[in-house]
């Protein structure tokens, strides 16, 4: 079983930039998919963006230009680039790693707030 530890986390001013990183307890190279989840305040947690193994990537159309999934495998990391950051993106963000024989696994989510 992996784990995963999501951080950097924190608050930015309206249009700003933040990198989150998702590392894993092990290699990442077995792990078929890699995904970014939010939720905010008193909403349900839903898709921000998706790498798959071999490199591909999906977004959720809130985010899409704005952030970019990327994995580095040599850190075993996941990161989230996002640029150009509103006040809607204030969110707790969960890594989610899933397919093959892995159980669906989350970290325990890293805090992210936009100040308008």
């Known amino acids: 079983q992996v784990r995963l530890v999501e951080s950097g986390g924190g608050l930015v001013q309206t249009g700003g930039s933040l990198r989150l990183s998702c590392e894993a307890s092990?290699?990442?190279?077995?792990?078929?998919?890699i995904a970014w989840y939010r939720q905010p305040p008193g909403k349900q947690r839903d898709f921000v963006a998706l790498?798959?193994?071999?490199?591909?990537?999906n977004y959720a159309d809130s985010v899409k230009g704005r952030f970019s999934i990327s994995r580095d495998y040599a850190k075993n990391t996941v990161y989230l680039q996002m640029n150009s950051l509103k006040p809607e993106d204030t969110a707790v963000y969960y890594c989610?790693?899933?397919?093959?024989?892995?159980?669906?696994?989350w970290g325990q989510g890293t805090q992210v707030t936009v100040s308008s």
């Open positions: 989610n790693a899933f397919g093959g024989s892995l159980n669906p696994t």
């Open positions: 092990g290699s990442i190279r077995n792990i078929m998919n």
């Open positions: 790498v798959t193994n071999v490199g591909n990537t």
